[in-house]
């Protein structure tokens, strides 16, 4: 990662992120064109190992190389091999055939259920990635995002989560997103990390995330925000605590 110095706030177009947002949930979108104009290579790995007893389905996630802009790429870290693909992580076996794992580039692994699609997964060549799935009725969601180096990036996604950083944000002219109708709640974990939660219109459940955030002020090489949200109907909100408890045991 290249390290953020300040000359990033000069060269990120101030009118980008100029004004500040107002937080409205809404329901994603679900999007065809991007699965028909994005590469996505879907490839079986193996099983990986949890704690010893449970085993599950694991594939790597090949997307449009953002460097070099020819062939594909991926990131298969920590399952270099199905050998090597062991997650501590407390999953019962009654679950066992309800979830695959996603080695994303530029997010890591993650759980999400064994029917599920992947819409978008995409990665810059600053290390700035995201992905979207959906399940196959489109009726539910994972949204993840990470902004790796990218300090504008970071720092005004993180305004929403961590209102302490907003002026700071403002001041480097990164702007801001802010909850004024009170939507959010947050359960402040620590300086870095938040449990989130809100009510999307007419949706019937709530949706349910963590958000990460870490700058140079807390010896941090690099500015960086990440974030992982789950919407998903009442029937299925059993699995929400498990695609969550892993994305924070494998960040």
């Known amino acids: 990662m290249i390290k953020t110095t300040l000359l990033m706030s000069i060269l990120l177009p101030s009118m980008c992120f100029a004004n500040v947002e107002t937080f409205k949930p809404e329901f994603p979108k679900f999007d065809h064109t991007q699965q028909n104009t994005q590469t996505t290579k879907v490839e079986y790995l193996g099983f990986a190992t949890l704690n010893a007893q449970v085993k599950i389905p ?17 990131d298969i870290a920590p399952c270099t091999t199905a050998k090597t693909c062991q997650f501590n992580f407390n999953l019962p076996k009654a679950y066992e055939t309800q979830f ?13 259920p064994q029917d ?27 949204t993840i995002d990470n902004t790796a180096s990218c300090a504008g990036c970071g720092m005004h996604q993180a305004t929403l989560y961590f209102p302490e950083i907003l002026k700071k944000s403002l001041k480097y002219e990164f702007g801001a997103i802010q909850d004024k109708n009170k939507f959010l709640n947050l359960v402040k974990v ?35 925000f ?3 949200e789950v919407s998903l109907k009442p029937e299925h909100k059993e699995l929400t605590r498990y695609i969550l408890n892993f994305y924070q045991s494998t960040h």
């Open 58 to 74: 694991t594939y790597v996630v090949s997307i449009d190389n953002p460097f070099s802009g020819d062939g594909l790429f991926n």
């Open 100 to 112: 695959k794992i996603l080695l994303l580039s530029g997010i890591g692994p993650v759980l999400v």
């Open 226 to 228: 990440q974030k992982i």
């Open 190 to 224: 620590n300086k870095h990390k938040v449990y989130f939660s809100y009510q999307i219109p007419h949706y019937p459940n709530k949706t349910h995330g963590i958000a990460y955030y870490a700058d140079e002020d807390d010896g941090n090489a690099y500015t960086n």
């Open 116 to 142: 599920w699609n992947i819409i978008r997964s995409s990665m810059g060549a600053s290390g700035v990635a995201s992905a979207q799935l959906f399940s196959p009725d489109q009726q539910e969601v994972i």
